[in-house]
């Protein structure tokens, strides 16, 4: 069983940066992990994704060049750095865990998942 808590979420202006940090319960090295968000009426997309080992990335369209996913396996911790924040990023994020090598993209197929954080920027 693993325990996700998100932590960095906040209101900022158009242009800025927030980082967003993810740390679990448990030992990570043996999940891969994801950070999704879901705007008011929408449905939950994926943001970023990373490898167990951290080796392999995966981002939504719409975030690439601006967000980037990293992770600490000693530290058991995720982080998501974003920069060049839009009005459109304006959701609740969440960080999500599942036992796996590489990382899925579908919300789905993920077990485990944190309470989330609210994101906001302003225009």
């Known amino acids: 069983q693993v325990q996700l808590v998100e932590s960095g979420g906040g209101l900022v202006q158009a242009g800025g940066s927030l980082r967003l940090s993810c740390a679990a319960s448990?030992?990570?090295?043996?999940?891969?992990m994801g950070w999704f968000r879901q705007a008011p009426g929408q449905e939950r997309e994926v943001v970023a994704a990373?490898?167990?080992?951290?080796?392999?990335?995966t981002y939504a369209d719409s975030v690439k060049g601006r967000f980037t996913i990293s992770r600490d396996n000693d530290k058991n911790t995720v982080y998501l750095q974003m920069y060049s924040l839009k009005p459109e990023d304006t959701a609740v994020y969440y960080c999500?865990?599942?036992?796996?090598?590489?990382?899925?993209?579908?919300?789905?197929?993920?077990?485990?998942w944190g309470q989330g954080t609210q994101v906001t920027v302003s225009s």
């Open positions: 448990g030992r990570t090295f043996s999940y891969a």
């Open positions: 999500a865990a599942v036992k796996a090598v590489v990382q899925p993209t579908t919300a789905r197929l993920y077990d485990y």
């Open positions: 990373i490898s167990r080992s951290g080796g392999s990335t």
